[in-house]
Nanobody, 119 residues
Framework: QVQLVESGGGLVQPGGSLRLSCAASGSRFSLYDMGWYRQAPGKQRDLVAT???????NYADSVKGRFTISRDIAKNTVYLQMNSLKPEDTAVYYCNARRSTWTTQYDYWGQGTQVTVSS
């Protein structure tokens, strides 16, 4: 079992920056692929960025060059550095942990943190 707790959301002006954190409890954090997703009101939840257990990263086209995902294995934490924020980045941001074995798929979500980009 993995529990995920996001933090770092808030209100920021266009062009500003925020860093989201996702603290994971439980064992074997390093074996999980981690990701950030976001959901705006009335829209589906979309992928923002992922980082594999091996450190490979992937980004949605809309955030490439502006957002950076990273992980600190020692702290069991994943980060999302968000720069040059735009109003369209406004959403609830969710942390995800995912792992598959031969017999089981593990998929955990945090409770979400609100990011609002507005002047």
């Amino acid at each position: 079992q993995v529990q995920l707790v996001e933090s770092g959301g808030g209100l920021v002006q266009p062009g500003g920056s925020l860093r989201l954190s996702c603290a994971a409890s439980g064992s074997r954090f390093s074996l999980y692929d981690m990701g950030w997703y976001r959901q705006a009101p009335g829209k589906q939840r979309d992928l923002v960025a992922t980082i594999s257990s091996g450190g490979s990263t992937n980004y949605a086209d809309s955030v490439k060059g502006r957002f950076t995902i990273s992980r600190d294995i020692a702290k069991n934490t994943v980060y999302l550095q968000m720069n040059s924020l735009k109003p369209e980045d406004t959403a609830v941001y969710y942390c995800n942990a995912r792992r598959s074995t031969w017999t089981t798929q593990y998929d955990y979500w945090g409770q979400g943190t609100q990011v609002t980009v507005s002047s």
